[in-house]
């Protein structure tokens, strides 16, 4: 079992930025796939960003690339999400994910992960 427990989240205004981490204790952590995905409200859950167990390869949504940058530090054993130049269309619940070692070809697939945080939220304001 994975634990996932995210942060950062809050109200801000367009075109300003937030950095939500997402901790996962436990020593499996350097070996999973980890992503981030948000449920805008009333709308499904959709794919934002993909980093691979190494930080080495990253993958973006089109609505988000060149604004928003995922990372790893495998020695704090935790993932962040950089936000910037944020749009009130942004504004959903975000939730850290987990996934197997190897995603090639299903890193988008919300139902490819194995373990989820609980969210946080990210309000933007016009």
């Known amino acids: 079992q994975v634990q996932l427990v995210e942060s950062g989240g809050g109200l801000v205004q367009a075109g300003g930025s937030l950095r939500l981490p997402c901790a996962a204790p436990?020593?499996?952590?350097?070996?999973?796939?980890m992503g981030w995905s948000r449920q805008p409200p009333g709308k499904e859950r959709e794919f934002v960003a993909f980093?691979?167990?190494?930080?080495?390869?990253?993958y973006y949504a089109d609505s988000v690339k060149g604004r928003f940058t995922i990372s790893r530090d495998n020695a704090k054993n935790t993932v962040y999400l950089e936000m910037n130049s944020l749009k009130p269309e942004d504004t959903a619940v975000y939730y850290c994910?987990?996934?197997?070692?190897?995603?090639?070809?299903?890193?988008?697939?919300?139902?490819?992960?194995?373990?989820w945080g609980q969210g946080t939220q990210v309000t933007v304001s016009s």
């Open positions: 994910a987990a996934g197997p070692t190897s995603m090639i070809g299903m890193l988008t697939a919300i139902a490819a992960y194995d373990y």
């Open positions: 436990g020593r499996t952590f350097n070996s999973l796939s």
């Open positions: 980093v691979n167990w190494s930080g080495g390869y990253t």
